[in-house]
């Protein structure tokens, strides 16, 4: 097969889509116009990328056979114009849960004890032990998880390890799995703003959950209480959150927001750039090498899968 990496990818994914015989052209540069010109000039049967967009013109060329996230979401992907198409789309769910949930929790604890500001002011020269060394701690406090999937599940742990309470809202968690795992449900999200000390956001992109943290979710929350966002921006109304962050009433912690950057490297000139106490990481979430090798294995099972059987894996548009 005939398969192009439209992306950043692992060395290992390419050497195993090519012991699969698999004649493999990365071109991680590739966007929009580009994209779509490399597909009909190259005639590609697989498509593989990570953050890359792929719009309704690159299935509607009649080429592709197959097109594959490097990753757990697929909202970068046209997945109802690859439907008309005929092509399946397929993810790689859970490969990268655990990344995210390391940052997820780097990102609770920076915000408890500040320690991005720490170090920014030891650079400076500044020595400030008294004014550094108040923190709540967040032992016995309550984390609100919103979502429970894949990444979702990965927090229960990691937060009993550091003896927090756990609450979930999720219309998937069932009353015998709360229990077995020692967590609560929250019926509202407004019940779980308004019990959290800690909010993390683990659910994924849907028309149903677009702008559903908005003002009345951040009113809610208690006063000083962290916000924390490795999911998708476009499930929180980021004027409120920005309002909620800008007064003091909430600490954020990001690692997405809108107007991202579409390029690798580059500058960003975001409004979170002048939010004190606000910490934004730069999407890494999932860039650990162990995600990324993960994600790699089970792109290569994917396509084996496919060139053996003709079905996919993992296909979340319904072909």
Not at 113 to 129: E, H, L, Q, S
Not at 178 to 200: K, N, P, Q, W, Y
Request: hydrophobic share 45%.
């Amino acid at each position: 097969m005939n398969v192009l990496v439209a992306d950043k990818f692992e060395r290992s994914g390419i050497e195993g889509l090519e012991s699969l015989g698999c004649q493999v052209t990365v071109e991680p540069s590739l966007k929009d116009d580009s994209l779509i010109e490399a597909i009909r000039e190259q005639s590609p049967e697989v498509l593989i990328v990570r953050s890359t967009k792929v719009p309704a013109a690159a299935f509607n060329l009649g080429v592709l056979k197959l097109a594959v996230r490097a990753g757990a979401g697929y909202n970068n992907l046209d997945t109802e114009s690859a439907k008309a198409a005929g092509v399946p789309v397929c993810n790689c769910p859970g490969k990268n849960a655990a990344a995210v949930a390391e940052l997820a929790f780097g990102l609770i604890l920076s915000l408890d004890r500040r320690i991005p500001d720490n170090v920014t002011a030891f650079r400076a020269g500044v020595w400030d032990k008294a004014g550094f060394g108040k923190a709540k701690g967040i032992a016995g406090s309550t984390l609100g998880l919103v979502g429970f999937g894949q990444i979702g599940k990965e927090m229960v742990p990691r937060a009993k390890a550091f003896q927090m309470e756990v609450l979930i809202h999720s219309q998937w968690l069932d009353p015998g799995t709360a229990a077995s795992l020692g967590v609560e449900r929250a019926s509202t999200l407004e019940e779980l703003a308004r019990r959290s000390d800690i909010v993390s956001v683990h659910c994924s992109l849907r028309p149903e959950t677009k702008g559903m943290l908005g003002r009345a979710f951040f009113d809610a929350m208690k006063p000083g209480a962290s916000f924390i966002n490795t999911s998708r921006a476009e499930v929180v109304d980021e004027a409120s959150l920005l309002e909620a962050a800008r007064t003091g009433a909430v600490r954020a912690g990001l690692d997405v927001f809108d107007g991202e950057p579409s390029v690798s490297q580059g500058e960003q000139d975001s409004p979170w750039r002048t939010v004190e106490g606000a910490y934004v990481t730069h999407h890494i979430g999932a860039s650990t090498d162990q995600a990324q090798e993960a994600v790699a294995a089970e792109t290569v099972r994917i396509v084996r899968e496919f060139m053996a059987t003709g079905k996919a894996p993992n296909v979340v548009n319904g072909v």
